[in-house]
């Protein structure tokens, strides 16, 4: 079993930066690729960004442009996201996504939000 445990969410004004953090315990070394995913009411979950096991990113949603940043650190079993300029359409329940031994974790989510 694996858990992943987000944190970092919060209100910040538009064109500012957040970082988010999912820490991962629990069986961590079965796990593999990581992301972040976002979900606003209404609307589909969209990826954010995901990053290999051995801490390469791979690839980030076409919206992010160059202003998220994910990195890893095994030692540490965290994923963070680094999010600069943010605008009010960023705002969102960010999710932290691992995949270990073949199933699916999710983290709760943490709320990020975005004033204009």
């Known amino acids: 079993q694996v858990q992943l445990a987000e944190s970092g969410g919060g209100l910040v004004q538009a064109g500012e930066s957040l970082k988010l953090s999912c820490l991962a315990s629990?069986?961590?070394?079965?796990?593999?690729?990581m992301a972040w995913y976002r979900q606003t009411p209404g609307k589909e979950r969209e990826l954010v960004a995901r990053?290999?096991?051995?801490?390469?990113?791979?690839e980030y949603g076409d919206f992010v442009k160059g202003r998220f940043t994910i990195r890893r650190d095994n030692t540490k079993n965290i994923v963070d996201l680094q999010m600069n300029s943010l605008r009010p359409e960023d705002t969102a329940v960010y999710s932290c996504?691992?995949?270990?031994?073949?199933?699916?974790?999710w983290g709760q989510g943490t709320q990020v939000t975005v004033s204009a």
């Open positions: 629990g069986k961590t070394w079965t796990i593999g690729g």
């Open positions: 996504y691992g995949q270990a031994s073949g199933l699916d974790y």
């Open positions: 990053i290999t096991r051995g801490g390469v990113p791979r």
